[in-house]
């Protein structure tokens, strides 16, 4: 049996008991921030000596020049010819579902002009370049370079390049065939934080970022923390969360299914039911008991079940839908009679899944908005990916000639006060009287 952490809503400590639940120390230990420090100034002093170096160290293929690192435009279309036709046809399913719903996301320049003559808008540009990185360790994951390139291509980013590892040298063909259909414009074979630093500062074959995207173990997101700044990055994300709200009245093993789906990715993955129905928790839980046996994964899941996930009672949805604003979980499931009315009450959440019918998986992998999300309760003040994340924002300012009169007054009179004087008298110079 499987110990799953109940919790209760009425229990004088039960936020105490739910922050020590949620709590997530992501910071690296001094060990991996050395290691990961060493590589990239390794890979910035030597660039792609030093790909190599680490490319047959960690990855266990012999590289033997800076050209067996890249992967060829025309291996990734023969991916794309080799695989089934029901694998071509889900990920132009998917790429079109999330291409069309990245176009809704694009930001336009925008401006206007007042009474005086003097413009005021917003410039909107894409980033010249954009790195995706794509984990090739323990898993593969095609429906990363889908989430992660297509939103950057709408967006307007002249070349998308991806980093991938390939363990033993091995191509995971479905992924190749995933950058075909994404629009990727380069491809390397290379993953860790070596591939992240060839990001940031380039080598002699690896062109330079503008911001490096796509998850990864923790000598990537140590990495990407690193480089920040240099480059731009989209998170640093922890691991894997799901929250289900449900009223009681969904089939219990679809909920536990559910809570499976995160549990499976690793044993650091987080699951939690909140349910104003008690006897429905009990009914999760015998379905979990009677389930997991069957899962492929079941030493994960367990182990993922047992260290961070929670059956909550709690009083009713209303309270239900604070519980989740505290947690502000990356997925969100509201497995309710009326979602989209329990959704009005949700201010904290990466994606929100509404319904009995609308799994999790459905936007892992096909419904059409982004699956990188923010996790660790960084939905409090964060976003999920998407097209606007490879814009950037300009702001624009014409004053006329009357403009610069009131203007230039203002900003002078403030400048003095700040005691800036070649601020006032650059506007002052502008000043007829």
Not at 140 to 155: E, G, T
């Amino acid at each position: 049996m499987v110990q799953i952490k109940r919790l209760t809503s009425a229990d004088a400590d039960f936020y105490r008991q739910l922050d020590g639940l949620l709590a997530w120390d992501s910071v690296s230990d001094a060990g991996v921030n050395q290691t990961v420090n060493e590589i990239i100034a390794a890979v910035r002093e030597r660039g792609d000596a030093a790909l190599l170096e680490y490319t047959n160290r960690f990855d266990g293929w012999q590289a033997t020049s800076a050209a067996d690192l890249e992967i060829p435009l025309a291996r990734l279309e023969q991916a794309w010819k080799t695989i089934p036709a029901a694998q071509q046809q889900a990920l132009e399913h998917a790429a079109e579902r999330v291409r069309r719903y990245a176009e809704r996301q694009k930001l336009e320049s925008w401006s206007y002009t007042e009474a005086d003559g003097t413009l005021l808008g917003q410039q909107v540009t894409a980033l010249d370049r954009a790195g995706l990185y794509v984990p090739g360790g323990k898993a593969a994951y095609p429906s990363s370079v889908l989430m992660n390139a297509i939103p950057a291509k709408v967006a307007g980013v002249n070349e998308v390049i991806m980093v991938v590892p390939t363990p033993g040298g091995a191509l995971n063909e479905l992924v190749l065939a995933a950058a075909h259909v994404a629009g990727v414009d380069r491809v390397f074979a290379l993953g860790g934080a070596q591939a992240v630093a060839a990001l940031a500062y380039g080598t002699e074959s690896v062109p330079p970022v503008d911001k490096v995207v796509g998850p990864g173990n923790i000598f990537v997101a140590t990495a990407k923390r690193a480089v920040f700044g240099q480059v731009g990055i989209d998170m640093v994300a922890g691991p894997s969360e799901i929250l289900v709200i449900c009223d009681g009245d969904t089939d219990p093993d679809w909920v536990a299914m559910d809570l499976f789906s995160q549990a499976e990715h690793d044993e650091d993955a987080q699951s939690i039911l909140v349910s104003p129905d008690a006897a429905f928790v009990e009914r999760v839980q015998a379905s979990i008991e009677r389930l997991l046996p069957e899962m492929e994964r079941e030493p994960i899941i367990a182990t993922a079940l047992k260290d961070r996930a929670a059956l909550i009672t709690c009083k009713d949805l209303d309270e239900a839908a604070e519980i989740a604003n505290h947690i502000a979980p990356e997925h969100l499931e509201l497995s309710v009679q009326d979602p989209l009315a329990l959704a009005k009450q949700i201010r904290h959440a990466g994606a929100i899944f509404m319904g009995r019918h609308t799994s999790e998986p459905l936007g892992d992998y096909c419904a059409g908005p982004n699956h990188v999300l923010p996790t660790s309760r960084t939905a409090r003040f964060s976003s999920p990916l998407g097209t606007y994340d490879f814009q950037k924002r300009s702001s624009l300012i014409m004053a006329s000639e009357q403009g610069a009169q009131t203007l230039g007054k203002t900003a002078s009179i403030l400048a003095r006060g700040e005691g800036l004087t070649a601020h006032a008298r650059s506007a002052e110079y502008r000043l007829k009287d």
